[in-house]
């Protein structure tokens, strides 16, 4: 197997264990005794587990990266922070197993590396869809908007229904509160 299917498959396995049993009680044993393979083939790819979580938040964040990068290059209008929405949440969308094991690990992710990098993220996007000078309850819309969109990728999965539709109603509520912050401005 080439090496990068092969580090894409312990991705793969190690996110499935970290959301079955936790982040901490998941060993490199474990990981390794699933994959069938040695300790020592594991470490060839990856040291530690923080190196495997790092790996995966890497790959499965990338588009939010590529949003970012895109959207400093474009004119810092309404309608192209409507599209920084828009992009989110398809990029929410894709690395939902990631995300999903975020929430539900909190306390841990937030010691980590990923943690502190996901918290960089978070204020540089809410920083691409307001202006400095909006008051603070527009500032807080604008914040609002993107955590609408969280909550819509991870919170409404216990909620019957359509997931294109839930979907669709989460982005037009994050939408709507955009629109209600750039009002005026």
Same mark, same amino acid.
């Given at each position: ?5 092969? #580090?894409? &498959?312990? $991705? ?10 936790? %982040?901490?009680?998941?060993?490199? &044993? ?13 470490? %060839?790819?990856?040291?530690?587990? @923080? ?11 990338? /588009?939010?990266?590529? !949003?970012?990068?895109?959207?400093? @290059? $474009?004119? /810092?209008?309404?309608? +192209? ?5 828009? #992009?989110?949440?398809? =990029? ?5 197993? !990631?995300?999903? *094991? ?7 992710? #937030? ?6 990098? !996901?918290?960089?993220?978070?204020? +540089?996007?809410?920083? !691409?869809?307001?202006? @400095?000078? *909006? ?11 993107? *955590? +609408? ?5 991870? *919170? ?6 359509? /997931? ?7 982005? @037009?509520? =994050?939408?709507?509160?955009?629109? #209600? ?5």
């Amino acid at each position: 197997m080439a090496r990068g299917n092969t #580090r894409q &498959r312990i $991705q793969d396995v190690a996110l499935d264990l970290f959301a079955e049993q936790g %982040y901490e009680k998941t060993s490199l &044993r474990e990981i390794a005794e699933r994959l069938d393979v040695t300790k020592a083939a594991l470490y %060839y790819h990856f040291k530690t587990k @923080e190196d495997i979580l790092v790996g995966i938040f890497e790959d499965l964040t990338r /588009p939010v990266d590529e !949003l970012m990068a895109w959207a400093k @290059e $474009q004119p /810092p209008t309404l309608e +192209t922070r409507r599209e920084v929405l828009r #992009r989110y949440q398809a =990029a929410l969308r894709g690395a939902a197993p !990631l995300f999903r *094991f975020m929430q539900e690990n909190q306390a841990t992710v #937030r010691e980590l590396s990923v943690g502190h990098t !996901l918290k960089e993220r978070m204020f +540089t996007l809410t920083g !691409l869809i307001q202006d @400095e000078d *909006f008051a603070m309850a527009d500032k807080v819309r604008c914040v609002s908007a993107i *955590f +609408t969109l969280h909550a819509g990728a991870f *919170f409404l999965q216990s909620i019957e229904g359509d /997931p294109e539709e839930k979907h669709a109603a989460t982005l @037009e509520v =994050a939408l709507d509160l955009l629109d #209600r912050a750039h009002e005026g401005h």
